[in-house]
């Protein structure tokens, strides 16, 4: 059974930082693609980073371009996400997703961790 487990969020006040970690198990993680998507209030999902199987390539949305960065550790089927200079609206739920393909770039997933939440508030 593929399980995803998001941690690591929680509350933080703007400027600061947060790491994210997903612990994957269930399948061969080094095989596939790893991202990071969210989900701000009353809105809809968003892209943010994906990272390909083996580490060598990394993708970032336009809006965490900078302040974020993804990385992986194969040996601990474990993906992070380091937050940095958070702002109010990087708050929402982060939710880690296996990507269909050993590449990232396609934003095709088909499994998700249950997400972790992020505020971002003074």
């Known amino acids: 059974e593929v399980q995803l487990v998001e941690s690591g969020g929680g509350l933080v006040q703007p400027g600061g930082s947060l790491r994210l970690s997903c612990a994957a198990s269930?399948?061969?993680?080094?095989?596939?693609?790893m991202s990071w998507v969210r989900q701000a209030p009353g809105k809809g999902l968003e892209w943010v980073s994906a990272?390909?199987?083996?580490?060598?390539?990394?993708y970032y949305a336009e809006s965490i371009k900078g302040r974020f960065t993804i990385s992986r550790d194969n040996a601990k089927n474990t993906l992070y996400l380091q937050m940095n200079s958070l702002l109010s609206e990087d708050t929402a739920v982060y939710y880690c997703?296996?990507?269909?393909?050993?590449?990232?770039?396609?934003?095709?997933?088909?499994?998700w961790g249950q997400g972790t939440q992020v505020t971002v508030s003074s």
């Open positions: 997703a296996k990507d269909l393909y050993a590449s990232g770039g396609y934003n095709e997933y088909d499994y």
């Open positions: 269930g399948f061969t993680f080094d095989d596939y693609a």
């Open positions: 990272i390909h199987w083996d580490g060598s390539s990394t």
